[in-house]
C-alpha cells in the first residue's frame, strides 16, 4: 500500500502491468481519501502488496471492495454534512412531521443489497479457487509449537523429488514460480501461518491437518507471523518463507541432507561438540551426531517439553534465525545485504549461509546465557507443577561463559 | 384424651415392642432384642407421666392468658406427624442393628416428618384464624416442599426407567424409548388439543402411567441388569497374554471408542487396507501413486483414519518400538491400533510418536495383523 | 418437649363475634428495611430508577478502570520492543481491557438506560419484577470486582477475550486468572439473563393504556431486541464456560486433543455468543440516538417501523454469521462461503439505519446540543467501521485483516464509535432527567471534541498499521517488520498512543462536567423540547413515577400533547399550546390514589453475595463454598418467605393513615 510506487522495492515485480494496474489502484483509493495519510514503504508483511498469485487473487478482490466502501462512505460522509450545515436551526418553523417514505426506504435498502450481491459473487468464487490443493507441486508440512515453527519436507516426488525428510524451523524454503501446499498442524495450541505477501492466513490446530497454498513470483524473503494468539511469545512467534530458483532451491536441499561432520579435533568447535552432547542434545536433535562411544545421539525432546519438540540444529547456520525467527544469526550489516539483494544475486546470498564474520554473536550468547530472559518463556521450575515438570520453551542452562565460547564455535559450523 | 406428646411416645413404644419381637425372632443374637425391649419399657414409661401430667401443661391460675392466646382459637387439626415421627425413630433404631440403608431411611425420615410437624405446630399458634394459619406455614414450608418432593419424584422416575431400559435387551430398549416418546408426544397433544379432557381422568391416567413405570423399574431393578459385555482397550495383552494388535481376532474392544470429534475433519491422513492387500496412504493434496511411506510430525496429536476396504474384520496397528533412553525401563515392544473395524467401516486412532522413526531399529510401520502384504513404512523426522 | 393442648374452644373469643386475632408481628420473614435516605435506602432498594442509576455509576467506574489499561497497553506499544509491561502483564492487560469494556462497561451501561427508561419510556410504575432487577444489578456488581481480584491474587486471565481452547487450559494458563474469568462472567452472565427476562416481561405486560407494540419508543424496542438477544445468547456462552470451568477443575477433556476432542467446539461456542453480543453492544445505542436525533431535529424518526423491524432482523440473522470471525481457522469452502454471503446480507438492515437516521436529520431544524453532537458522531463513526466491516464480510480479505491492527480498528469504530458514543449520547440527553440538573454545555464540547479527535487519532491509524501487517496481541512489535519511510509503522504506532492519550482526557473531561455540574440549578422540566412519555412527569421522577398512569395515543405521545397542527390546506404549522411543565402539572392535579409500590429487600444483595463466596469457594476451598452455598440458600429462602410489599406495621412509623387510600402512600 505504499503512496509511492516509483520507490519500488527491489525484490518487487518488474511486470510492467501489474505495476501499472497498480499504480492506478492505489492512486484511485488513495484520491479517494480511503489513505487519508501516507503509509509504510517496504513493510515486510504489507497485505497491499502482493508477491504471488495467491496473494494476488486476494488482492484482486479486496480492492474493489475497499473503493466501492469508500465511495460510499464519502457519499454519506458528505450527505452528513450537508444536512449539518443546511438544516441548522436558523429559527425556521418547525418541520412536518413526517414519519417516512416507505417507497424511498425500500428502494435505499434494495440499493445496498444489490450492491452486496455483486460482491458476494467473485468472493464465493476467490474462496473456492483458495482451497484448491490438487495442482499443487510440492508439499511441506508445518508445525506450529510454542513458540516456534517446524518445517519439514516428506519424501515425495514433488518439490523436485525429495529422497529424505529434511527439518528445519523459522525459515521455509520454497522454489519460485511452484504452486505449494502447505500442510499445517500444531502440538499444543492452535496458531497462524500468515506470509501476508504470498496468501491470507490459516489457523493451525492441534488434531487437525489444514491446508493453505503457497507461490512466489521472485527470489527473495516474505516475512510472516504467528497471528493467532498462542500464550506467552505469542509476540515472538515469526517464519520468514525464503524464495529460491529451482537451481538454488536444489542446492539448498542438497545442503540440508549433506551427511555429518565432525569438527576438527583439538578445535574448540571440537569440545563444543562434547559440550553440545552433554548440555543441548537431549532436546535438539543434530543428525548424525555420534557420541564418544560412537552411538548415534538421538534426542527426546518429548521427554522434557511440554510440546514435544525442539529445533533441529543439523543446519542451523543455513538459516539466518533463530528463536523462532524471533532473532537474526545475521549482524544487522550482512542481514540487510540478504535482504536488500536484487532477485538475480539473492539466492547466492542466501546460500551462504552465517559466515564467522557475519555472526551475530551478540545476540546468539546472550541467548545461550539465558534463553527465557530474551524471550519469555514458562521455563521456570517453580511454575512446573501443572505440565508434570516438563518446559515450555527453552529453560536457562547456567552454562558458563567458556562452554558459551565453545557451542557457539560448534554451532557455527552446522551448514 | 390423649395429648400429642403421648400419642408419639406411644406410639414409639408400640413401634419399639414390634421391632423387639420381630427381631428376637428373625434374628440370631439377644442384644437387639435386649436393646430393643428395653426402649420400649423406656418409651412406656415416658408415656405414663406424659398422659398423668397432660404434658406438664396449664396452670389454673393462668387461665386468662392461655384463653386469650392466638392459638386458643382454634384446636390443633389432626396431625400425621407425631405418628410418621415416631416411625421413622423406629426405623432408625431398626437401621442401627440391621442395615445402614435402613438406619439412613429412618434418619431422613425422622428429619422430613420433625421439619414438617415443627412447622405446621408453629404456625397453628400463629393466629386464631385458620386460612392465615395454613398461608403462613405454606409460606415457610413450600420453598422447602415442593422443589424436595419434585427431586425425589423425578429421580425415582428416572431411576426406574433406568432399570428397565438396563433389564431390556439392547434392541428392545430402543424400542422401549420410542414407545415412551410416543406415550409422551401423545398425552401432551391430547392436553393441548382437547382441553376439555376431565382433568381427574387425565391425572388418574398419569398416576397409573407413573406407577406401572416404577412397578416396571421395580421389578427390573430385582431381576438384575441385562449382561453387559466387558470391553477391552485396543492397546494391551488378551488374557492369553498375546498382544491385541497383533492378533486379526475379536477381543471385544470397544469398536466406537476411538471414533471421536475429530475423526470426520481434516485427518492428518487415511489409510486404507484394499482388496488386494494394500495399505494406501491418502493426505490432503496431490501425493504420488504408490507412495510406500507416510510422513507424520513428531511429537504431535495426529489423527489418522484407517478404511477397511476388504471383505474381512481387519485392524490397523502401528508398531513404535524404540530402545529406551534407560535400559532399566525397557518395556517392550510399543504397539498401537485400532478395534476391529467391519468390511466398509472406518476408525480413527490418534497417535502421538514422541522418538523419530530413525531411533528404532527397523523404523516404524503399520500393518494390519493376519494380512502380510499389508504394511506401510511410517517416517517421523 | 413442651407440647401444648390448648382449649378446643375459647368461649370468650367466639362470642365476641368470632373476632380474628391479627398478628403482631411478621411470621417467616424478617422486617423490611423501609428507610428512604443512607445507604440501606441503596443497597437493598427495588426502585428501578435507584438500580439504574448505581448500574451507571458502576459501570462508568469499569469504563475508567478499562481505559487505565488500554492506556498502559497504548504506552507499551507506543514503541518497537516496549519494556512498561512484560509479556505476561501485557496479555492479562489486553484480555482485561476487553473483558472490562465489554462485559462491565458497555453492557451495564446499556442496562442503566434500559433499567431507568424503559418503566418510564412505557409509562410503567417499576419493571415486572423488582427484587430479580436488585439480583441482576449486584450479581453484576460482585462478578465484575470478583474478576478483578485477580489482579492481586496471583493474576489476571491472559488467554484473551475469546479465550480460545487449548491455550486457556491449566498447562497453558496455569495461574488461577482463567478461573477468575470463568466464575466472574458466569455472575455476570446471571446478571444478564435475569434482567433479559425481567425486562422482556415489563416491557410486553406493562405499557400503558393505548400503547401498542408500535407505538412504543424506539429506545425501549432496541432495549427490547437486546434483550431476547441476551436471553438466547447467554446461554450458549454459559455452556461454554462451564466446559472450561470443568475442563480447568474437575480434569475434564472437553478441548484435549489427545483425547480425541476437537478445540474448535470453543470457537464455534464462543462467537455463537460472541457475534449477537455485538449487537448486544450496539443496539442499545442505536435506540438511544433513534430518541435523541427527533428530539433535536425536531422531526419523528424518519421510517419507524424499518428502524424496528431492522433492529429485529439484525437480531434475528446475528445469530447465522458467528463462524465470520473463524474464515481462517479452516472451517472449509463451503462453510466460509455461506457464512461469509451471510454477514454481507447484515450489513444490509444495519445500512437501513444509517440511511432512516440521516433522513430524520434531513428537513429538520437541528439544535446542536451536546447529545446531538455525540449523536451525529455515532452515525459519521459507526458508518466507518460498518464499511470497513464490509471489506472483511469478503472472506479472504478477511484472512489478510483477522487479527491484524486492521481488526482492532475496525471494531472499536463499532464498538466504541458506534456504542460508546452513543450511550455518552443519552447520558447527556437524560442526565437532567435523571438528577434534575443540566451538565454544563461546555464542558460538554470539550468531552465530545476530545473524544472523536482521540478516537479518530487512536483507531484511525490502525486500519494502515493493521493492513501493513502488524497482528494484534503482540506485547512489543519490531523495527524489522514496520517498514520505512517517514509514515512508517512506528510513526503510526505512536500517533495511535498520543490519540489514545487524548481519548482518555476526552473522556475525563466528564468527570470535570459533572462536577462542575454539580450546583446547577434545577432543570427544566422539559428541557430539550422532548417527544417521549418519560418526560410526562417531575425530574428527577417521583418514586412511583407517574402520578397518574398516562393514556397513550400517539408515537411522540409528549410531543402532540404540546403541540397542535393550526395549518390549513395541507400547509403544515406546528403551534405550541401546552408546555411540558402545564402537562405535568395537569397529571399532578389527577393524580390516581393509593399507589403501592413493592417494598424494599435484604435478599438480592445477600443472594448475589452468596454467590460470590461461591465463586471464590470454587477456586480456594469447599469449606468457603459450602458457606456460600448457605448463604445462598438462606437468601433464596428469606426471599421466597417475603411477601412482595411489605406489611403496613413494618414502617417505621407506620402511615398515619394505617393503609387507607392515600395519594402520599408511595411505599417504597
Redesign the interface.
Known sequence: ?S??PLKRHPLRSASTFKHMSRRTRVGLVAGLGL??????????????DPAGPN?Q??HN??WP??L???V??VI??T??AI??VK???RG???????????A??IG??IL??LI?IG??IP??G???A??E?????C?I?V?GQ?WWW?I?Y?????CGGIAE???TSGQMIIPIDTPV?V?G??????H?W?I?RL?????M???????VRLQADEPGIY?G????????????MRMEVVALTPEDFETWKAQQLAPYESPAAGTLAATGEATFIAQCSRCH?VNGLEDAAGE?V?S????QV????APNLTTLMTRNTFAGASWDLLTDECRADVWESDPDTFGEKYLAGVSAECLNSVQLREWLRNAPAMK?M?ADPA?L???DGLV?GMPNLALSEDQIDELVAYLLERK | MFTTGSKFLIGACVVATISAIAYGVTQDGVMGTVGLASAAVALGFLAGINIYTRDSNIWDDEISSVETAPAAARPPANSIWPMAFALGAAVLTVGLVTYQAVFIVGVVLLLATGAEWTAEAWAERASADASYNAEVRNRIANPLEFPLAAAIGIGIIVYAFSRIMLWLSKTNTVIAFVVMGVIILTVAFLAAYRPGLKSKAAVGAIAVGVLALVAGGAAAGLDGEREIHEHETTEGLTEEGEDICLSPEEFEADEKASQSVAASANVAAEITLTESGTLEPSVVGPLEEGTDALTLPRSNPNNVIFINDSDEHRRLSVDLTVPPVDAAEDEGPLLKCTALVEPGGRQNITLTIGAPSFAAPDGYFFFVPGVESARLELIVP | MAIIERPTETPALAGAGGAVVTPSSSYGYFRRPVQTTGWKSWAFTVDHKKIGIMYGVVAMLFFFVGGFEALLIRAQLAQADGTILSADKYNQMFTMHATTMVFLFVMPLASAFANYMMPLQIGARDVAFPRLNALSLWTFVFGGIFINTSWILGGAADGGWFMYAPNSSVPFSPTHGVDFWVLGLLMTGIASQVGAVNLIVTALNMRAPGMTLMKMPIFTWMALVVQFLLLFAIPVITVALFLLLFQRNFDATFFSVADGADPLLWQHLFWLFGHPEVYIIVLPAFGIISEVLPTFSRKPLFGYPFVVFSGAAIGLVGFGVWAHHMFAAGLGPISVAVFSVATMAIAVPTGVKIINWTLTMWGGKLWFSTAMLFAIGLIVQFTIGGLSGVTHAVAPSDTQQTDTYYIVAHFHYVIFGGGVLGLFAGIYYWWPKVFGKMLNEKWGRWNFWLMIIGMNLTFGPMHIIGLQGQPRRMYVWTENRAGEGFFNLGFWNLVSSIGSLVLGIGAVLFLVNVWVSRKNPPAPADPWDARSLEWITTSPPKEHNFDRIPTVHALDEFFHRKYEDVGVDGQHDYKKVRTGEEIIAMEEANAESHIHMPSPSYWPIILAFGMLIIAYGVIYSVLMLAAGAAIAVLALFGWALEPPTADDSEFDPPSSDGGQPSKELAHV
Open positions: 500500500m503512496n509511492s489513505l487519508v495519510a501516507g503509509c509504510a514503504e517496504d513493510a515486510a508483511q504489507d497485505t497491499w496473494a487473487d486476494i478482490l479486496q471492495v475497499f466501492i466502501a469508500g460510499v462512505g454519506v460522509l450527505f452528513v444536512i449539518i438544516f441548522r436551526d425556521q418553523a418547525i418541520p412536518e412531521q413526517t414519519h417516512g417514505k416507505p424511498l426506504e435505499l435498502t445496498p443489497a452486496l460482491v458476494a468472493t464465493v476467490t474462496i473456492m483458495l482451497n490443493t490438487d495442482d499443487t507441486e508439499i508440512n508445525t510454542q517446524e519439514d516428506a519424501q515425495q516426488d514433488g525428510p529434511i527439518v501446499l500442510r498442524t500444531s502440538r499444543d495450541v492452535i497462524s500468515w501476508p496468501n491470507g492466513k490459516k489457523d490446530v492441534p488434531g487437525r491437518v489444514h491446508a516475512a507471523q504467528c497471528t493467532e494468539f498462542c500464550g506467552l511469545s505469542h509476540a515472538n536433535q548415534l538421538i527426546r525432546p518429548d521427554l511440554y510440546s514435544g519438540a519469555p514458562y511454575q507443577d501443572e505440565t515450555r
